[in-house]
């Protein structure tokens, strides 16, 4: 949930019928929203109602092909809280993810893919900010220009604003560390996986991640409905990491990058997870002829315990290009808060929580509900903020299709403070009462939510009587400041040090 988004599609498929859509969740407000193409200037501005939703269709020709930087970016901007989610798909080969804001993005990611040398992966990494140095530490040979890369010899690349550096091979990337002095956003996905390796069914799987600074360290670990058992992708993002799952033989100690792989089952006591330093967990669908079922692999990376929501909004798609012929809602919560949840202003009835387990965490005991919805627009809630719980959309169909993401995350970035500095005072040489020249400085800066600035001269503040700053609200989560200091008569007494401070409100 955020205020501006920044979408890419990456390629799933030669097959020209995919449909690609972008579908927008509002709240409890109404919101005005703006959709610019980054690659074609092209912007278009939408009205949607408090809790409703806007589906937007995008052009095949606009997801990302081959190794490279563009600038296939679709950026979105709106007034009011939403939730965006993304979809690629046809009847037999679909997915989506769930859209994470600016405000969420992070320096420092792990990715989690899963192929072999003969299945296609990628992963993409779009700038926010100019000049944004970005390095990318694969597990396996990359090329990319005059550059090579392995688990040793990072890739280096300069990205400036709304560039997309995307790469793609025959190749496995999970556990791929990249790293930028500025913060980007990270995806990733397979165009076709099979899981486990080498069965009957192949499906597209694709996710946008999260920062390494915003994993979880406790999860609970449902399965989608009508699926006899579940695979299970732990990264981990720090050395050391010990990985326990409760109700399982699963205990295991990795370093940064590793990852353990595991099976859950649909029946018996549910399973959980604890890592010891945060870890991204990437939860699979299966393969058809493995799993009792006429539906393939789909992906979604799992919500900690402690980005779980008191509140979701979600639409279903239905229509042939995603083919869907069941829609759930998947609920993980306390035990205690079974009474407390409520779709579209129904409460769900604690009998629905079937399956439990126990968690490392304050939760003591969780639960695991999975409800068939209609293919529609649906709020989920509970009857506090207090009540938190998890979320899954999932979609299937007999034609072998399957798409799962998350309901969303709560992070604290969401709410994290964010100042970046784009103009800086240069230094002057002027002529004393020249009368020809001014003495003139500027600082600016963009802001999230908002902030003041201070002029200082040789370290002692400069009276705000002197200075003249201007406030652009660009949308009400970003606002831009431009600050200036200038005297027609510059005299000896104007040398010194100079520079603006800039401070969150």
């Known amino acids: 949930r955020g205020r501006e988004f920044n979408i890419v599609y990456l390629s799933n498929s030669p097959v020209t019928d995919i449909k690609h859509r972008l579908v927008i969740t509002t709240h409890d407000e109404p919101v005005n929203i703006t959709v610019k193409r980054i690659d074609t200037g092209i912007e278009s501005s939408y009205a949607i109602d408090a809790n409703s939703y806007k589906v937007l269709d995008m052009p095949n020709s606009f997801k990302l092909l081959s190794t490279g930087i563009s600038d296939k ?21 679909q997915d989506g993810y769930r859209a994470l804001p600016v405000t969420a993005y992070g320096k420092e990611y792990v990715t989690v893919h899963y192929s072999t040398k003969e299945i296609f992966a990628s992963f993409a990494i779009v700038a926010i900010e100019n000049n944004t140095s970005v390095s ?82 406790s999860y609970i670990l449902p399965t989608f409905p009508g699926r006899a058992n579940d695979t299970y992708r732990v990264v981990a993002a720090y050395d050391n990491t010990t990985l326990t799952v409760f109700y399982s033989s699963v205990r295991s100690v990795i370093n940064k990058t590793q990852f353990i792989e595991f099976t859950v089952k649909a029946t018996g006591s549910m399973q959980t997870l604890h890592c010891s330093s945060p870890c991204l967990v990437a939860h699979y669908s299966r393969g058809y002829s493995v799993d009792d079922t006429t539906s393939d692999p789909s992906l979604t990376i799992a919500q900690s315990i402690d980005q779980f929501m008191p509140e ?75 009540v938190t719980f998890g979320l899954i959309q999932y979609g299937s169909s007999g034609a072998k299709g399957a798409y799962s993401l998350s309901g969303g995350y709560r992070f ?66 970003m606002t831009n400041i431009t600050s200036t200091i200038e005297s027609a008569t510059p005299s000896l007494d104007d040398i010194g040090t100079y520079y603006c401070q800039f401070s969150a409100m």
């Open 73 to 93: 970016i679709i950026n979105v901007i709106a007034d009011q809280d939403i939730s965006v989610a993304v979809y690629q798909g046809a009847p037999t080969l």
């Open 136 to 217: 990318i530490l694969p597990p396996t040979f990359i090329s990319y220009e005059a550059q090579s890369a392995n688990s040793t010899k990072p890739l280096n690349i300069t990205l400036n604003k709304h560039q997309v550096f995307y790469y793609v091979a025959a190749a496995n990337f999970t556990g791929t560390l990249i790293t930028a002095d500025k913060s980007v956003a990270v995806f990733g996905n397979n165009l076709g996986t099979k899981i486990p390796m080498n069965v009957e069914g192949i499906d597209y799987a694709v996710a946008q991640y999260p920062a390494i600074e915003y994993l979880g360290t």
């Open 312 to 386: 979701y909004s979600l639409y279903f798609l239905d229509d042939i290009g995603f083919g869907t012929d069941t829609a759930y809602i998947t609920i993980v919560a306390r035990s205690s808060y079974r009474s407390s949840i409520y779709i579209d202003n129904e409460q769900i009835p604690s009998a629905t929580f079937s399956r439990s387990g126990r968690t490392f965490t304050a939760l003591r005991r969780a639960s695991i509900a999975s409800i068939n919805v209609t293919k529609s627009y649906h709020i989920v809630n509970s009857s506090s903020s207090a």
């Open 412 to 477: 604290s970035s969401t709410y994290r403070i964010y100042i970046s500095i784009y103009v800086n005072p240069s230094s002057l040489a002027v002529n004393e009462n020249s009368g020809s020249y001014s003495f003139f400085m500027t600082c600016a800066a963009s802001a999230y939510p908002a902030a003041t600035v201070t002029w200082y001269k040789s370290g002692i503040p400069i009276p705000s009587s002197n200075v003249t700053t201007t406030t652009d609200v660009i949308n009400s989560t």
